[in-house]
């Protein structure tokens, strides 16, 4: 059922489900800065949205902002995705395999003062639960109740022990008061920061002010907040350069050394964030696993890593990078070999292949033309369509979707890091599946078989937990319906001088919990 709401919400509403890195569209509003310049922190973004409705937030720019203005029963730590209480008051009590209770932080109070209660909870539970893009995530979960003002029970559908806490972090709680124009205009939360003026718009400016009824670790470390949305690379590197901000998402490689001249620290942090080819399974010869898996071989990898990267990203052995801790090598792992690409097209019947590789007009429009030339040198005719890529037109349809290849940008640990919901969000039954990839229902694939083994290890301890996921992941490599060519170092600069308990994180956003203007 979350799959169909998934994939309907995208349709009406042409919602970009890229993972974090999208752009959405929504209401905003305004309000005054606050604070002097000698007490806020600053940043430049790369990223711009002006939807700001917790409720199934999936912008990098809008998801970012409700770690610092909203909490969860459990959050995620963005720097070792380890999860840790937050509204919640401590773990959660184990009533059955299939029974929990929270019980909620003493004193917790949202931003206008009001008391966070067990309704609160329970309400932003089921809005997000009917959501189209949270919804997969929490389909696990039966009911969500009130026990009593302080304490929820969740009921599950099965077990779901191991996982239970970090998917839990998921949903962000706000007041049940609170209008659906509040939601998507000016929402509180009970976090550190509270929302003062909403401009996500490129040039515009997010200003955050202290949350004065915030009662938990990581209160605001200045008297005001502010985010400059700059999309241009030159703005948000001269912003960075020139010290008018304390730190810069996304720095470009070429600018790196420009902003360590200038005394900046830029930071590489190794994560899940991936240049990916996705292919119209339902389009010959592209349903042929042949066909795509003979890219994947045509495509020199590490020249890519080396003359577009400058070396920051690491070539693909497994759906996961090593440095994560469920990380599988895959039984089929693509290195580059054009004659294996050209005998794997022979074999398909596919040889004098033709295509359109449709180009996300974003940084992975710089690997298009090394991966053309690699591909012509196969045999695979290329010819390269770059444009702002319109997800609507890529949902469900009974007409054969409007591309053949995708080469695009993605990253959806900005939810969470599990193996599951990692699979979940590009493979499920969702509108990656039933549109965009169509690899449900494509003849002939293991997407069933995925699916079978996903809910065993959903429903396994977490020792068999492991040996299910590897199947999986030897699945999707073989398979490869949709499947990264590298995962991405993300770059995030920042002014030692200038700020203090600040730390990048490996996927997109910038996090400032923890960090305070640093005195002179």
């Not at 792992?333 to 040889?351: N, R």
């Not at 030339?373 to 770059?386: K, P, R, V, Y």
């Not at 301890?461 to 991405?488: K, V």
Request: aromatic letters at 10%.
């Amino acid at each position: 059922m979350a799959g169909s709401a998934l994939a309907a919400v995208a349709a009406t509403t042409g919602l970009s489900l890229t993972g974090c890195g999208s752009s959405t569209s929504g209401s905003s509003s305004s309000g005054g800065s606050t604070g002097t310049v000698a007490d806020k922190l600053t940043g430049a973004v790369a990223y711009t949205s002006t939807n700001v409705n917790p409720i199934g937030n999936s912008s990098a720019l809008m998801l970012a902002a409700t770690w610092h203005v909203f909490e969860g029963l459990y959050d995620l730590d963005l720097h070792t995705y380890k999860t840790h209480p937050s509204l919640a008051k401590g773990e959660p009590t184990k009533v059955s395999d299939t029974e929990y209770e929270v019980a909620l932080r003493d004193g917790a109070l949202f931003s206008d003062g009001s008391k966070v209660t067990a309704a609160d909870v329970v309400n932003s539970f089921e809005k997000n639960m009917a959501d189209g893009t949270y919804g997969a995530f929490l389909s696990f979960i039966e009911s969500v109740t009130a026990k009593d003002d302080a304490t929820v029970t969740f009921k599950l559908k099965y077990a779901f022990g191991s996982l239970l806490q970090a998917r839990l972090s998921v949903v962000k709680i706000f007041p049940a008061a609170l209008t659906e124009d509040q939601l998507k205009t000016m929402p509180i939360g009970s976090g550190p920061w509270a929302y003062a003026t909403v401009n996500g718009d490129d040039g515009g400016t997010m200003v955050f002010e202290p949350n004065k009824h915030y009662t938990g670790e990581y209160p605001a470390g200045a008297a005001s907040m502010e985010w400059n949305v700059l999309l241009d690379e030159t703005s948000r590197t001269t912003a960075l350069q020139e010290a008018s901000v304390q730190v810069m998402e996304n720095v470009p490689d070429a600018n790196a050394d420009q902003l360590t001249a200038a005394g900046a620290s830029v930071e590489y942090v190794q994560g899940f964030n991936q240049a990916f080819l996705m292919f119209n399974t339902l389009k010959a010869p592209f349903n042929d696993k042949r066909v795509r898996q003979a890219f994947f071989y045509a495509i020199d990898v590490d020249k890519l890593i080396k003359n577009q990267m400058n070396g920051n990203a690491t070539a693909v052995t497994g759906f996961l990078p090593k440095t994560h801790s469920n990380y599988h090598e895959a039984s089929t792992v693509y290195t580059y070999d054009p004659e294996k690409a050209k005998a794997l097209l022979a074999e398909a019947g596919a040889t004098g292949l033709s295509f359109t590789l449709l180009t996300n007009n974003n940084w992975v429009k710089n690997l298009a033309a090394q991966i053309k030339n690699d591909l012509d040198a196969a045999g695979i005719s290329c010819t390269i369509q770059e444009e702002k890529i319109d997800w609507s037109k890529l949902a469900e349809s009974d007409s054969e979707l409007p591309y053949d290849v995708m080469l695009t940008p993605g990253d959806p640990t900005c939810f969470g890091n599990d193996p599951d919901l990692l699979m979940t969000w590009w493979y499920g039954d969702n509108v990656w599946t039933r549109g965009r990839s169509c690899w449900k229902k494509q003849e002939g694939s293991r997407w069933a078989e995925l699916q079978e083994l996903m809910q065993q290890a959903r429903e396994a301890t977490e020792g068999a937990q492991q040996s299910l996921w590897n199947q999986c992941f030897d699945i999707i490599a073989d398979e490869a319906p949709l499947y990264p060519l590298f995962h991405r170092k993300l770059a995030t600069g920042y002014q030692p001088k200038m700020i203090e308990g600040f730390e990048p994180i490996a996927t997109t956003g910038l996090v400032f919990l923890g960090a305070k203007v640093r005195k002179a």
